[in-house]
Structure formats: structure tokens, C-alpha cells
């Protein structure tokens, strides 16, 4: 249907909808069978049984596979049998990783999905833009995504940015009239909004004329089709380094097979003792492993409030080095309250909590009634009827739904006894002009019941005072002179040094019938009534937040548009602003540059009096100092910035649309300590990871020192391929996996920040996993030659204390992975998974030892109870022997 040819009655009968009150319950269930729900068609997934067979097209386990394959054909069936059901086991556990982050990365997605307003059973509620409905009433305004096609019934200065439609870049201004236009383009369809597009400026209501595949975005669904690349700069590190182990280990491999082979070894069984050996070389589980790792430190940043967006983000959290955050709701707790108010010299005081709706009015400190004093009438109800902010009741809590600065202004009105809606009765609202962060002014023109005429501002003070040509004085109109403009900026920064944030309300009569088509217009010659001043108290847990950022090396700058005396007070409290540090404001810094700012930018803590188009600036100039940056932001205007910066953080309550998908970290509760906590666990992730590429290496260079030097000194094969395998799929994946939930050490957020350039081999860890490596597989091949050495004619079981030492040897060097200094610097039950995990290899090192039925299958005959003690002596020996170096370094 041709919705923009006709008027908006017509669209409503059209689609059986009602403007005023929206759809019923029903009527959304009804139309939800209809249409289906409001989402575009994604590509075919994977199938479960494909991806289980993906686990299977690994070079070495297609080799491996070939080996089994001769084996068998050999007469070796256990062998065989065995092999094809370690490699199933391994097939199943990457199966199951990789459909854990797929579920992971789903939940993620949906709980980072856009919400829309809308009209329901006469009240606005948000529900995801998903569950939109043909028929359906939306609201939209300035930073919102159109969550799906409308028709355009209500418009307020509406302007949209349709460039992923049209590819035009400049917003289209929205009107409500139709247009009778043969076959206009989308960009011509001036009352018509899409699925997709932005707001950029001013407000509006649209009817849902289509849903899903249906809209215009839905024409072009394969462009939203693509998924975003999630493969974060570690994981592309460590697919580089496998390559190169793979090249090492066939290397090693061909080495090892052609020695055995020339020490007098069939080639049979050195060719698949070197298959099995490089298949236990290659980390295999690697990236599977890192995937889960960051999949599950995502969920447990979710359970702390924040949603990762990019992975990428994850590995950057832990290198960041500047935090630039917003006060409001960030910093502090989001429930503006008036607490004093100013007109023509007069104070008054408001007592009363949050935003319930209950106080009473002081002068010098004695109870006032309102109906006495017009100017605080007038500063009152102008405060409310220039408002678009609502006050609801949950569960016995006030909330507000819109501003927090408008909500406190409603609060405080109607704790003078007035009603919004007794007030719109009264005076009716022509024309908006609404708030623009250039302005920092929102206007109305209203008729009252006499058919007067007014315009209603409010704003900045400094702003709506430059505009006024005359004052509430006394309660008399007054000429804005020197002295009384001296005055007011006198009260703006008297309750600004007590950390109040001031909001002007101004007014004018103008002639009944003027039509203002223009801000401009609205917007000057005023008469400024007074001056409103709020207090949005500091978040409790933000001042620790603050100082354990600065122990770990990370810089707080706090990035307000409020006053700089306002900025002061609040930065103060909460130890950002020191005696050393500076703060800069919005003037200052327009009139600089990148290049000035940056020689400046590393003493400055608080940026006052800001505009979003300043971020920006601020973000470049702290990254060419060499800073990684996380900015958070909310608005549209912050966009570019939270782009721009290293670390990208977006509001999940008070933040728009754009400025989420512009970030890489979702803060669900708005508040700063959720950042220090993103970080903290964002660092923690990277070392787990470091971890347990510490222990999966150092134990294959163990494996492959083992059989090489016993080739080159011409003794049997130590381990038969099954044990080889056993072992890289037991004792090398459980504790692996365990390592990467270990919780953070101590000192993660004592530490500077992580070079993001380091490699992965950064700290000494090259260093460790060859150390470490040679000592087990040297240990393993004396406790071998011991017991061979004894009786040559019982190898059978030289080759099993050789097993067992290996494999105990890696069960302990687990616990030394566990942190950078020692295996003593941590409690070793400190990682509840990693000892279940070291039990449960333990335990199934002992059935495959003593159990009669699997030791043909394993060559493995039972251990003399006296040989165990030989076995966890030299075991120990990797890990205590350098520990005791770092024990004696530390007592120098």
C-alpha cells in the first residue's frame, strides 16, 4: 500500500490502529501470528553434524586418521580402535567448545539488541524492536534507530539520516503531510521513516506500516548478512604460531622417525609414533581453547554489567591507560534532585529524596507556601510544562522515564502541588524547539485558555542569560544590566561551589496568532526568571574504583558539560582531581588544536563545560601521546568519539542507539565502577590465556625432547603413540580449560598497563616453556632409562613409569602456570576447576594403569607402589627447581 499518498486518519483506518492508545495485548498476539516478529532473515547456520565433522578436517588428525586406518589393515585392531576414539573424544570436546561460544556469542547478541517505544494499552513501554508489530505506535527522538518502516503522524524539527538507504549523508527534515508524487524515491519520502535509519534531530511518533523482511533495510538484508569478523588480534597471533609449531613439529617428527628408524626401529611403528607425536606437538585445542576463554569471561563480564560487543575489546581492556568518563549517571547516581532555587535574589530550599514526589519549601530556613511567591511559581511550572520526562511508580519506587535533569525539575514541582496534566489543560503546546547540545536550550511556544501567547525556555544559565533582555527582579521585570547580570553569574556559581548543577527557565510574551518557525526566533529577548540547582550525588563505589584504577597504572578524566565549579566539587570528592592535576574547560579547548591540547592533555583530569564534538579531540590527543583510550559516551554526538577510542563504552540505560553500536563495551547499569571491573576481568582473560599456552606448550616440548633423546641415544621408544595421545588428550585439555576460568591474582589491577604490542611470548614466557619443557621431558626420559637400564627385558614397563612420569610431571608444572612469579605465590586450591581437573586426570592415569581391560590397549602393566615415590620426585623436579631460584632471588 501507498502509505505516503495518504493522511495519517487514513493510514490508522488502514492498518485498524489507534494513534491515542495504541494496540492491545491481543491485538499484538494476533498480528504476531500475522506477520511474524520484526527481524531480518539470517543466513543458513551450520548444521550441528557439520560442524561436528569440521573438527575432523585438521591436517595431522586426517594423517593420524590414514595411520589408524594401516594399523588396522596391519592386525593392530586395539591400537586402531583406540586411536579412532581418542580422536572421536577430541572431535566431541571442540564440538562442544565451539557450540558454547556460538550460544555464547547468540546471547550476547540478543542482549545487546535495540529497544523501541512503544504505544501499548494506552502507555509507553520499550520492548525490543524485535517484538514491533504492524500497526504498532512508536516514538522516536534525537540519537534513536527507527526500529521499523513508519509513517510519519507526529513531528517535532524530525530530522533522519538515511544514508544506509540512499547513500546520501546529509538528514532528511520529516514531515507529516502526504505526498501525492508518482513513484517517489526513498530519500523523497519526506513522511515516511525506515528500519535503520537515524535520528539526528528533534522528535516524533510513527505508525508501523511494515516489519522485518518487508521494510526497505529488508530489500537489502544480505548487506546486514554478513557477520562481523569476531577473531580478536591473540587468536590471529596464535594461528601464526601454529603454523610455525606445526613446521617445528614435523620437523622434530621427520627428525625423530628417521633416527629411530636408522637406530634399528621398524618404520612402521616410528612412523606412527612420529604421527602421534605431532599430533601431540601441535596445540590443536588452541584456538578452540581461547575461544571458550573468551566466551566465558564475556559471560562473567555480563554478570557484571557489562556486555562485550567486540572481542577485539577484550584483549584491549587489559592495555588501557586512560579512562575518559562522563559524570552524570557514570560517576554519579543518575537521581538529579532541587535541592535550592534562585530568582531576583531570593533563595529558597527543597527538602525531600530522589524522585519522590514529597518535600517541603524553606526561606532562611523557615517553611514556606508556594502560593505566596509568584517568581517560584512561575520557575516551578515553566520548569515542568517545558518538559518531556515522566514520573512512574514500581513497585513502590519513583522512577523517571526520560531525563534525569528534567525529571528533577517535574519532581520538585510537583512538590509544590502541580499536576503536568491540570498544567497542559491550561496551556497548550504550539511549537518545540528541542534541547541541541549546540544550543544547550530547549523551547516551547504555549497558548493559554485567554489565547495569550508565550515562549518557555530553559537551558544553561549562562546561555539563557546571554538571550534575556531583562530579570525577575523582586517580582518585577527588570533590564538585564551589568550589575544584574554580575549578580545572577554570582548565584550560578554560588551553587555550582556546592556542586549543584543550575538550569535556567525563562519566558516572553509575544502577540497571539505570531507563528515562530525558527529557534532563532524563539530564542532571544528573553525575561530570565530564576535559576534551578540540582544535586546529583556521587555513586559510592566510584571513589574506590577511582583510586584502584590510578594503583594499576590507568588515568580517571572525568568529561562533564556541567559548570567547572560543579565539575571541581564532584571530581574532588571522588579523588580524580588531585593538587597536581588540572581542569580545562570547553572554551579553552576550541580554541586549540590536536597538536595543543596534547601538550597539555597528560596534566588535565576534568574537562568542564564540554560538547560532544570535543571527545573527539580529547581521544586523539591522549592516543598520540601514546595513551590507549576507553571513552564512554551516550548521546549521538558521542558516536565519532567512541569510535574513535582504543576502548568504545556506551550507556546501556540513558545511551542511544548509535552510540551502542558505535561501542565495543556496553555498560548495562551506566556506572564507572563497571568499567574498573570490565578491566579488571579483561586483564585477568588475557593472562588466563597466557597461562595455559604457558602449560599446553611446555608440555609438548616435553613430549618431543623425550622420544628425541632417546633416539639420539639409541634407546627404545619411551612412549607408544596411544600414550602420546592419551596424554594430549587428558592431561594436556582438562587442566588447559581449567586454567582459563582461574581467578584474577592479587596484584591484576596493581600492575601497569599491558603493552599492546606485546607478543606472546612477552615476559619472560619463551623462556619459561622451553625451561620448563626441557626439565619434564628430561626427567621423563631418566626415569625411563633408570628403570630400563634395570631389567632392558621388562620395557613394557619402563614405558609405563615413563607415562606416569610425564604425565604427574605436567600435573604439577599446571600449577606453576598459574602465575608469572611462582608456584608458590599462589594458594595451589585456590582454582577449585583446575584441582577437580588435576584429580580427574590423576585418577584416570591410575585406571588406565591398573586396570586389567585397558592395559593391553594403553601397553601399560601396574606400578610398584615403592616406583612411585621415584616417579613424583623427579616430577616435582621442573617446577620446584626453578621455583627455588625465584625463592632465593626474593630472600636476596
Not at 636408522?262 to 575461544?291: C, K, N, R, W
Not at 592495555?319 to 557514570?330: M, Y
Not at 511556544?445 to 544559565?461: E, L, S, W, Y
Amino acid at each position: 500500500m501507498k502509505f505516503h499518498e495518504m493522511n495519517e486518519t487514513e493510514v490508522e483506518q488502514a492498518l485498524n490502529s489507534n494513534s491515542t492508545a495504541g494496540l492491545t495485548d491481543d491485538d499484538v498476539k494476533k498480528r504476531r501470528k500475522q506477520f511474524g516478529y520484526n527481524e531480518l532473515e539470517e543466513g543458513e547456520k551450520q548444521s550441528a553434524v557439520l560442524l561436528f565433522f569440521s573438527q575432523f578436517k585438521d591436517f595431522m588428525v586426517l594423517v593420524l586418521l590414514a595411520a589408524t586406518l594401516i594399523s588396522g589393515l596391519l592386525g593392530e585392531y586395539i591400537d586402531a580402535v583406540a586411536i579412532i576414539a581418542i580422536v572421536i573424544i577430541n572431535g566431541l570436546l571442540g564440538f562442544f567448545q565451539e557450540r558454547k561460544a556460538e550460544k555464547s556469542l547468540a546471547a550476547l547478541k540478543e542482549l545487546s539488541a535495540p529497544q523501541v517505544s512503544v504505544l501499548r494499552n494506552r502507555e509507553w513501554v520499550k520492548v525490543l524492536s524485535k517484538e514491533a508489530v504492524v500497526g504498532d505506535i512508536i516514538k522516536f527522538s534525537s540519537g534513536d534507530r527507527i526500529g521499523a518502516d513508519v509513517r510519519i503522524i507526529e513531528s517535532n524539527s524530525l530530522e533522519v539520516e538515511e544514508s544506509a538507504l540512499t547513500g546520501e549523508s546529509l538528514p532528511v527534515s520529516k514531515t507529516t503531510g502526504s505526498i501525492k508524487t508518482a513513484n517517489p524515491g526513498i530519500g523523497d519520502m519526506e513522511n515516511m521513516a525506515f528500519m535503520g535509519t537515524l535520528v539526528t534531530r528533534g522528535s516524533g511518533v510513527g505508525l508501523v506500516v511494515a516489519i522485518g523482511m518487508k521494510t526497505a533495510m529488508g530489500q537489502i538484508a544480505d548487506l546486514l548478512q554478513k557477520a562481523e569478523s569476531m577473531t580478536t588480534p591473540l587468536q590471529r597471533r596464535l594461528e601464526q604460531l601454529g603454523k610455525i609449531l606445526i613446521t617445528v613439529a614435523l620437523l622434530l617428527t621427520i627428525l625423530v622417525v628417521a633416527v629411530g628408524v636408522l637406530q634399528g626401529h621398524d618404520l612402521y611403528t616410528m612412523f606412527l609414533a612420529g604421527v602421534s607425536l605431532a599430533v601431540a606437538a601441535i596445540p590443536e585445542g588452541l584456538p578452540a581453547i581461547v575461544t571458550v576463554a573468551l566466551s566465558l569471561g564475556v559471560q562473567r563480564m555480563i554478570k557484571q554489567k557489562a556486555i562485550v560487543r567486540k572481542l577485539p575489546a577484550v584483549e584491549t581492556l587489559g592495555c588501557a591507560s586512560v579512562i575518559c568518563s562522563d559524570k552524570t549517571g557514570t560517576m554519579t547516581q543518575n537521581k538529579m534532585t532541587v535541592t535550592h532555587l534562585w530568582s531576583g535574589g531570593d533563595v529558597w530550599t527543597v527538602d525531600g529524596v530522589g524522585y519522590e514526589p514529597q518535600g517541603k519549601f524553606y526561606q532562611a530556613g523557615k517553611q514556606i507556601q508556594v502560593k505566596s511567591e509568584k517568581p517560584l511559581q512561575q520557575l516551578l511550572m515553566f520548569g515542568m510544562l517545558c518538559n518531556h520526562a515522566e514520573i512512574k511508580q514500581k513497585n513502590k519506587e519513583f522512577i523517571i522515564d526520560g531525563d534525569p535533569t528534567e525529571g528533577a525539575l517535574l519532581v520538585a514541582a510537583m512538590k509544590a502541588g502541580y499536576n503536568r496534566n491540570t498544567l497542559l489543560g491550561q496551556y497548550q503546546i504550539i511549537k518545540e524547539f528541542p534541547f541541541d547540545s549546540s544550543r544547550k536550550m530547549m523551547s516551547i511556544v504555549v497558548k493559554d485558555h485567554n489565547g495569550k501567547q508565550f515562549i518557555v525556555t530553559k537551558g544553561a544559565p549562562d546561555v539563557l542569560a546571554s538571550v534575556s533582555g531583562s530579570v525577575l527582579w523582586e517580582g518585577r521585570r527588570q533590564f538585564m544590566s551589568r550589575d544584574v547580570t554580575a549578580k545572577i553569574q554570582d548565584a550560578i556559581e554560588g551553587l555550582a561551589s556546592q556542586a549543584l548543577r543550575t538550569i535556567a527557565i525563562g519566558y516572553k510574551e509575544i502577540p497571539a496568532k505570531t507563528v515562530i518557525l525558527h529557534e532563532d526566533e524563539a530564542e532571544k529577548d528573553l525575561i530570565f526568571i530564576g535559576l534551578q540547582g540540582m544535586i546529583d550525588p556521587p555513586r559510592p563505589e566510584v571513589k574506590g574504583a577511582v583510586k584502584e584504577c590510578r594503583d594499576a597504572g590507568i588515568k580517571t578524566v572525568m568529561i562533564t558539560g556541567d559548570h567547572v565549579i560543579t565539575a571541581k566539587a564532584i571530581a574532588t570528592q571522588l579523588g580524580i582531581l588531585t593538587k597536581n592535576s588540572k581542569v580545562l574547560d570547553g572554551k579553552a579547548l576550541s580554541e586549540m588544536d590536536v597538536q595543543e591540547l596534547e601538550e597539555v592533555v597528560e596534566d588535565v583530569s576534568v574537562f568542564a563545560r564540554v560538547s560532544p564534538e570535543h571527545k573527539l579531540k580529547i581521544v586523539k590527543a591522549l592516543q598520540n601521546k601514546g595513551h590507549i583510550v576507553a571513552m564512554t559516551g551516550d548521546g549521538v554526538n558521542d558516536a565519532p568519539a567512541i569510535k574513535a577510542a582504543d576502548i568504545g563504552v556506551a550507556m546501556g540505560i540513558t545511551g542511544t542507539d548509535v552510540a551502542k553500536e558505535a561501542s565495543a563495551l556496553i555498560l548495562l547499569d551506566d556506572n564507572f565502577a563497571t568499567i574498573k571491573a570490565a578491566i579488571k576481568e579483561g586483564r585477568n582473560i588475557y593472562e588466563n590465556i597466557r597461562k595455559f599456552v604457558r602449560y599446553l606448550l611446555a608440555s609438548n616440548v616435553g613430549e618431543i625432547l623425550v622420544m628425541l633423546f632417546a633416539m639420539l641415544l639409541g634407546y627404545p621408544l619411551p612412549l607408544v603413540p596411544i600414550q602420546i595421545l592419551w596424554v594430549n588428550l587428558v592431561t594436556d585439555g582438562l587442566p588447559a580449560m581449567a586454567l582459563g576460568l582461574d581467578q584474577p591474582e592479587d596484584d591484576v589491577m596493581k600492575r601497569k598497563p599491558r603493552n599492546p604490542r606485546e607478543g606472546v611470548f612477552a615476559r619472560g614466557l619463551g623462556w619459561k616453556v622451553i625451561s620448563r619443557g626441557f626439565l619434564i621431558g628430561v626427567v621423563t626420559l631418566i626415569a625411563f632409562i633408570i628403570v630400563y637400564n634395570e631389567n632392558p627385558d621388562e620395557l613394557e614397563y619402563a614405558q609405563t613409569i615413563a607415562f606416569s612420569t610425564l604425565v604427574i610431571a605436567q600435573l604439577i608444572h599446571v600449577f606453576d602456570c598459574r602465575s608469572e612469579k611462582s608456584v608458590f605465590a599462589r594458594n595451589p586450591f585456590g582454582n577449585k576447576f583446575l584441582v577437580w581437573a588435576v584429580l580427574s586426570s590423576l585418577l584416570l592415569l591410575f585406571v588406565v594403569i591398573y586396570y586389567p581391560p585397558l592395559q593391553p590397549i594403553f601397553h601399560t602393566v601396574p606400578v610398584k607402589a615403592n616406583d612411585w615415590f621415584m616417579i613424583a620426585g623427579l616430577a616435582a623436579v621442573p617446577t620446584f627447581l626453578l621455583a627455588g631460584s625465584f625463592l632465593a632471588r626474593k630472600r636476596k
